[in-house]
């Protein structure tokens, strides 16, 4: 399973940005949809989770109440709309399939990613 990621760009701190999450070897009706980031000099981080299942959604403590994860099932995609973005979300954003929320085992393969940059 591949996931492809869209939406990344610069915007200034305070500013909103919409990542896409599609698939055209997966249908997003089961499992669970996991975003990462990871920032030049460290370890990737969880972001948040998406439940396919029962639509529960799920927040990292450092984006809670200015990101929120939602699906369009018509277009297959998963979206991440990143509000109120501070420097520190400066980062490449990834999005995978796991097997539920929020640690669930990987079922996808790392994709190429969508750079996030942020200035103040």
């Known amino acids: 399973v591949q996931l492809v990621e869209s939406g990344g760009g610069l915007v200034q701190a305070g500013g909103s940005l919409r990542l896409s999450c599609a698939a055209s070897?997966?249908?997003?009706?089961?499992?669970?949809i996991r975003w990462f980031r990871q920032a030049p000099g460290k370890e990737r981080e969880g972001v948040s989770c998406?439940?396919?299942?029962?639509?529960?959604?799920y927040y990292e403590d450092s984006v809670k109440g200015r990101f929120a994860t939602s699906i369009d099932n018509a277009k297959n995609t998963v979206y991440l709309q990143m509000n109120s973005l501070e420097p520190e979300d400066t980062a490449v954003y990834y999005c995978?399939?796991?097997?539920?929320?929020?640690?669930?085992?990987?079922?996808?393969?790392w994709g190429q990613g969508t750079q996030v940059t942020v200035s103040s």
């Open positions: 995978i399939v796991v097997l539920y929320c929020p640690d669930g085992p990987r079922f996808s393969d």
């Open positions: 070897d997966f249908t997003f009706d089961d499992y669970a």
């Open positions: 998406l439940s396919l299942v029962d639509g529960s959604a």
